[in-house]
C-alpha cells in the first residue's frame, strides 16, 4: 500500500504556490481532515493474529495484522499496545507499530508508528508521513490531528502535491 500511495506523487506544486505554501518549504501545515473525522466514542474493535494482557501494567499488547476499527476509521499495523486508564475499565491511548495505516472512505495516512489517545480523539503520526485526499498529498514528519474536530498539522519537511483538476483542494 505504501507504493501504490507514493507512487501517486507527481511534482506539481501549482495549488500550494497558490495557497502561499511553497512545497516542502515550511516546517509546518496545517490540513483539513475531514475525511478522517471520527466520533472519538464509539465502540472500538480491535482484531489481531495474537493478545498477550497484563493484569499489572494495566496493557494489552496485540501482534500480527492488527486491525482496529472505529466508525468507519480503519487502523492497521504490525502490532498495538493498549494503555488502560487507571482502574483498568476504559481505553486510554493506543500505541501502533510498523507500517501504521489510518483509513477512511475517502482519506488515508500512513507513516512508522502512532499514538491514539482516545479521550480527546487525538491521533499523533511518526516517521515518513504520507496524507492522501483523493489525488492530493501531503507528506511530513509527524503529522498530528483531531478526529473529531476533522483538523491537523503536518510538521517537519513538508511536501504537498495535487493533480490539477482533480477537485481536491
Not at 13 to 42: E, P, R
Not at 45 to 73: H, P, R, W, Y
Not at 97 to 102: D, P
Request: net charge negative.
Amino acid at each position: 500500500m505504501r507504493l501504490a500511495l507514493r507512487a501517486m506523487i507527481v511534482p506539481v506544486a501549482i495549488w500550494a504556490a497558490a495557497m502561499g505554501i511553497a512545497s516542502g518549504a515550511f516546517a509546518q501545515t496545517t490540513v483539513a481532515l475531514t475525511g478522517l473525522k471520527q466520533d472519538s466514542s464509539l465502540p472500538v474493535e480491535v482484531e489481531s493474529d495474537a493478545l498477550q494482557v497484563d493484569q499489572g501494567t494495566g496493557e494489552a499488547i496485540f501482534t500480527g495484522n492488527v486491525k482496529v476499527v472505529q466508525g468507519e476509521m480503519t487502523i492497521t499495523s504490525d502490532s498495538a499496545r493498549v494503555e488502560y486508564t487507571p482502574g483498568g475499565n476504559e481505553i486510554d491511548k493506543v500505541f501502533f507499530f510498523g507500517g501504521v495505516l489510518f483509513t477512511s472512505p475517502t482519506d488515508a495516512a500512513e507513516g512508522e508508528e502512532a499514538v491514539y489517545t482516545l479521550a480527546s480523539g487525538e491521533v499523533v503520526i511518526t516517521g515518513n508521513v504520507l496524507l492522501t485526499q483523493g489525488a492530493t498529498t501531503i507528506s511530513g514528519a509527524k503529522l498530528v490531528y483531531n478526529l473529531d474536530a476533522g483538523t491537523g498539522v503536518m510538521e517537519g519537511r513538508v511536501q504537498t502535491v495535487f493533480v490539477p483538476g482533480s477537485g481536491t483542494p
